[in-house]
């Protein structure tokens, strides 16, 4: 059984702070990772990919994998208000188009 | 302009009755995925398609139907057979060169029961 853990929250954060969204995935075999922002009512967006160990950087945020502790998570860095969302992590397994497997997600609040 | 689109945007089923929801692309993406999300709750794979004429099931498959008669195209039927179908419904697509692992969401469906 896949199965990926986040820590529903809600995570608040003051404006202009780095906010930390964590992880963790049970099965060891996967190889893809991603960070989707989902606001209330609306589909989830991609914000972030990362497929190698260490630090992925793209603008405000960064990804961080640890592949050997079974660990992803996501930084962003001078938090605004329009941050706050649902943050569902997400990992693919083996290489064909067979779907992702999807965490509850972090309710982020950014305070202003 | 190119991207995902789903219809409608609300739906209303009553009891016994089936439902199809439509989701078109223009991305030229190879692979469509329909997902459930529940409230404070992670997506759910339904059903995931990868080429024409050919699609797989996911993880709650039951009581749900699909076709993939054109690229373009992935409707999903809601059956009577489905006992609590009250969700948010999306639809997502990649493909080969952007890795089939990188998905695309459309605006969603919301479904309720009458």
């Known amino acids: 059984q896949k199965e990926v853990e986040q820590n529903s929250g809600p995570l608040s954060v003051p404006e202009g702070a780095i906010a930390s969204l964590n992880c963790t995935y049970s099965?060891?075999?996967?190889?893809?990772f991603f960070w989707y922002r989902q606001y209330s009512g609306k589909s989830p967006e991609l914000i972030m990919s990362?497929?190698?160990?260490g630090d992925k950087e793209d603008g405000r945020f960064t990804a961080q994998l640890n592949k050997a502790s079974q660990y992803v998570s996501l930084l962003i860095r001078d938090s605004q208000p329009s941050d706050s969302a649902t943050y569902l992590c997400?990992?693919?397994?083996?290489?064909?188009?067979?779907?992702?497997?999807f965490g509850k997600g972090t309710h982020l609040i950014i305070q202003p | 302009d190119g991207g995902i689109t789903q219809s409608p945007k609300y739906l209303f089923r009553k009891e016994g009755q089936n439902v199809t929801l439509s989701c078109e692309q223009n991305?030229?993406?190879?692979?469509m995925y329909w997902y459930r999300q529940d409230p404070g709750q992670g997506l759910r794979l339904i059903y995931y398609s990868q080429i024409v004429n050919d699609f797989q099931k996911g993880d709650i498959a039951e009581g749900y139907s699909v076709s993939r008669e054109k690229k373009e195209s992935f409707p999903l039927t809601v059956t009577s057979a489905q006992k609590n179908p009250t969700a948010f419904y999306l639809c997502a697509s990649s493909d080969l060169l952007g890795g089939w692992e990188t998905q695309y969401f459309g605006p969603g469906t919301r479904l309720l029961v009458l």
């Open positions: 099965d060891r075999g996967s190889q893809s």
């Open positions: 997400a990992f693919h397994s083996g290489g064909g188009a067979d779907g992702l497997t």
């Open positions: 990362i497929y190698s160990n």
């Open positions: 991305l030229n993406h190879d692979a």
